[in-house]
């Protein structure tokens, strides 16, 4: 076991790297054990090892637990941060909305600690339970080794790395009691109205034989753009999908079968324009380009982002911008194209027409407009998101980038 884990870090983080690992650890045996097995590893090679602790505040003895997790993870040698999920909780689908915010304070955590792998524990077991969950009606789906932070856009720049994925729970344990370590076991394991419960209770008397891990996506054949994609018409569904996702911004991918038409008009040869999940999509001979859908007042879902002085933020999931020294509000550029400099209205003709009023605009304090993306020398930071989340979503990272 500890060799196979060892194989898969060595895979897929990058050699030579001094950046920090972050990992998932909530104390529990998988989590455990993923931590020492990465200290072991990293060690050898001169990286540090951030182990981060959500607490969810969802039982009394959480803040117990985060604290008794912290102090584990310092004497074992790393470093340790407790992230709290604050706020009103959901009266239903608790266990749903609390995997969403463990995912973001997580990918938030690893990225400021300037770490872009966060390690996680799951298992073959929670591979096998995902499947008797699916069995009984779920959506969930398979965990896989290597993949982009499911959270959007607190999850860019982070990819989540599960080594254990091939490692049985009970194997896991048997190595950690071996080297006298106890771990904390989660209440709400054994808690039946949760379906993950429920799966694990169904399998506890049976001993399933472990399906072989799925292989890693295959990497788009051909694709272009930067602040739109062009795809082959022929292009498979998960990668149109991936297209419509990070062309809009948007996050969660479409599914089902509005999907399923799109990819059979794409692969129909017809010339047309269509909208799927805030993309607009224009098929020709060319291929197809996704851009984000302009849409028309409150349909649009453009809303400003107001940034102070200095600041950064995410504006429409597309453009990470970075404020100068005055405080200024991102918009879309149409209907203030107008406004641009001259310099700028000139540097706007080089884009697709439906790209133009998805582009970002910066509005300050007195009205001056001006476009990051279009300024040559601005004081205004603008980072497009666009291609490199399509690259990451589509298997062409399947290793720990530089950074």
């Known amino acids: ?33 993923l931590l020492r097995l990465t200290l072991d590893w990293a060690e050898l090679r001169g990286r540090p090892v951030l182990a981060l602790t959500v607490d969810h505040g969802l039982n009394p003895a959480s803040a117990g637990w985060t604290a008794d997790a912290l102090a584990k993870a310092r004497a074992l040698g790393a470093q ?53 969950m699916r069995a009984e009606g779920s959506t969930t789906s398979d965990p896989r080794q290597w993949a982009p932070s499911p959270v959007w ?44 419960a429920r799966a694990r209770a169904a399998l506890a008397g049976e001993d399933p034989a472990v399906p072989p891990l799925a292989p890693d996506p295959a990497p788009p054949a ?29 996050a969660t991918p479409p599914r089902g079968e509005r999907l399923e038409r799109l990819v059979a008009r794409l692969r129909s040869g017809e010339a047309f324009t269509a909208t799927l999940a805030g993309a607009r999509i224009v098929a020709g001979e060319a291929g197809a380009l996704f851009v984000r859908e302009a849409g028309e007042g409150r349909r649009s879902g453009l809303s400003p982002l107001v940034l102070a002085a200095g600041e950064t933020g995410v504006w429409d999931g597309r453009y990470e911008i970075t404020a100068g020294a005055q405080p200024i509000t991102v918009r ?36 001056m407009v001006s476009s990051p993306i279009l300024a040559e020398a601005g004081t205004i930071g603008a980072r497009v998101l666009i291609r490199e989340r399509f690259e990451a979503a589509t298997g062409l990272i399947d290793q720990e980038p530089a950074t």
């Open 1 to 33: 076991m500890t060799r196979d884990v060892q194989a898969v870090l060595q895979r897929r983080l990058r050699p030579g790297a001094t950046t920090p690992l972050a990992v998932g650890f909530s104390g529990g045996g998988d989590s455990l054990a």
């Open 80 to 132: 340790a941060q407790a992230l709290h999920w604050i706020g009103d909780k959901p009266s239903t689908g608790v266990q749903a909305a609390a995997r969403a915010a463990r995912h973001a304070l997580l990918a938030a955590a690893a990225r400021e600690a300037g770490a872009c792998v966060l390690l996680l524990g799951h298992t073959a077991d929670d591979r096998l339970e995902a499947a008797r």
């Open 153 to 196: 856009p607190e999850g860019r720049g982070v990819f989540v790395l599960r080594p254990l994925l091939e490692a049985r729970r009970q194997a896991l344990r048997e190595w950690l009691s071996q080297r006298g370590e106890t771990w904390l076991e989660d209440p709400a394991n054994d808690d039946a109205r949760f379906a993950r």
């Open 222 to 250: 051909a694709f272009e753009g930067e602040h739109a994609l062009r795809l082959p018409r022929e292009a498979p569904a998960a990668q149109v999908a991936a297209a419509c996702l990070c062309a809009a911004g948007a």
């Open 332 to 367: 879309p550029l149409g209907g203030l194209a107008g406004r641009l400099p001259a310099d700028e209205t000139q540097a706007l003709k080089g884009f697709p027409a439906a790209v133009r009023p998805v582009l970002p605009a910066a509005v300050d304090a007195v009205g």
